[in-house]
């Protein structure tokens, strides 16, 4: 479990018998004929695969790049994060698990494990920081609604960090009957390796479609950064093609200077919620406070295997500021018709940036999820009343 030095399992020993079951479930299922098959049914029945690799034709125009969306925004509940949420809540089954618990920040991992927890007859407890759960109060009622308990985390920052350690410490103390349903590719061993294979989905559905369409790979696949999920969800397919540039677009918050969630243009390596990875940390090594208009890149954690391709220089990651963010936000509700999740809009921030530098080129954008849960943000943000 790990990528180059990054990863591990750094968690009291109380929770290592919960992971080595984990990783022997999983070992024993990914590539099992009858879980795959079931797998692959909900993923195109219920969560409505495979979706569009959509030619942005207006962007396209005017960023004189060939621009693809890959719309994962489609997907029910609106983000990628019900493609891990399916694949999890199905191991936690085959497993004889119970309940499921999660942590959220944006809601949209929230609503994708309350969903799955509907859908397999299971009780869900979604651990939320309360400042989330104020700036994203449609998942919230949502996540209710589909019959899960959110439960308000008061302690620390009040956002994804905090949700992340209630989570793990309600895991400890029900370890026998839960399933801890993380939504991204940070955590202990096996977490980053589950996590990315659920979202290879993305990868090998686009390297498909773009062969179909252009004849030949892009120059360029660009997606948001929080945990590194559906990044590496759609890297993963391409990794092994030098020629294919990956970048990642981070949460750049106020900029560099100020408060952001920029891990890895502005972290070190450190520990946090089990892996050895870049965290934002200050000089005695106490974990700062992130900031991101987008509360699901609101974290002071990466991913490892996001630290091994930053230092190993096959991946490029840079920071999107919150206004750049809005206005790539605007940009693609004005130019093409589709309203992107905040996080979404860090990436095609960085399209532009990149459709700057490189004239002619063909780009794929992830556009991770949809921006209705945003739009009360925006209007606060537009000072529109
Ligand atoms: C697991 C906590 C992260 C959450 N969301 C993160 C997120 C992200 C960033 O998460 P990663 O893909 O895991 O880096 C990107 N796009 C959308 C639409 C997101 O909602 C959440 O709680 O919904």
Request: hydrophobic fraction near 35%; aromatic fraction near 8%; proline fraction near 4%.
């Amino acid at each position: 479990g790990k990528f180059g030095k990054y990863g591990g399992i750094f968690v009291p020993e109380l929770l290592i018998p919960a992971l080595e079951e984990l990783e022997k479930a999983f070992l024993k299922y990914k590539d099992d004929k009858e879980f795959n098959a079931e797998l692959e049914y909900y993923l195109r029945e219920f969560a409505g695969r495979p979706t569009p690799l959509y030619y942005a034709e207006n962007l396209s125009e005017k960023l004189g790049c060939k621009i693809y969306l890959k719309r994962e925004d489609l997907l029910h509940t609106g983000a990628h994060k019900i493609n891990n949420t399916l694949g999890q809540g199905l191991l936690a089954k085959y497993m004889g698990k119970e309940r499921l618990i999660a942590e959220t920040g944006a809601g949209q991992h929230g609503i994708a494990t309350a969903t799955v927890a509907s859908l397999f007859g299971m009780p869900a407890d979604i651990y939320m920081g309360s400042v989330d759960v104020a700036r994203q109060k449609l998942n919230v009622f949502r996540m209710e609604i589909s019959g899960a308990k959110v439960i308000p985390v008061e302690s620390g920052a009040k956002t994804l960090k905090d949700a992340m350690n209630e989570a793990m410490r309600d895991w400890i103390t029900n370890v026998e009957n839960t399933h801890y349903l993380l939504g991204s590719t940070a955590g202990p061993h096996p977490y980053p390796t589950m996590v990315k294979h659920f979202q290879t989905v993305i990868g090998k559905e686009t390297k498909k479609d773009i062969l179909e369409k252009e004849g030949e790979l892009p120059d360029a696949v660009i997606a948001c950064v929080g945990g590194g999920s559906n990044s590496l969800g759609i890297f993963s397919e391409f990794i092994d093609h030098k020629e294919v540039e990956l970048v990642g677009a981070e949460g750049g918050g106020d900029g560099l200077e100020g408060k952001h969630g920029a891990t890895l243009s502005a972290g070190t390596e450190g520990v946090l919620h089990g892996s050895l990875s870049f965290v934002l940390q200050d000089d005695y090594g106490q974990i700062s406070e992130a900031h991101s208009i987008s509360a699901g890149l609101d974290y002071p954690g990466v991913g490892p295997e996001h630290s091994y391709l930053k230092v190993t220089g096959r991946a490029q990651y840079g920071p999107i500021t919150d206004e750049e963010a809005f206005r790539a936000f605007k940009l693609l509700s004005k130019y093409e018709g589709i309203i992107p999740a905040l996080e979404s809009s860090h990436a095609v921030a960085m399209a532009e940036k990149y459709a700057k530098e490189n004239p002619g080129k063909t780009i794929v954008v992830n556009l991770s999820g949809r921006g209705d849960k945003d739009v009360n943000i925006i209007a606060d943000y537009m000072g529109v009343k």
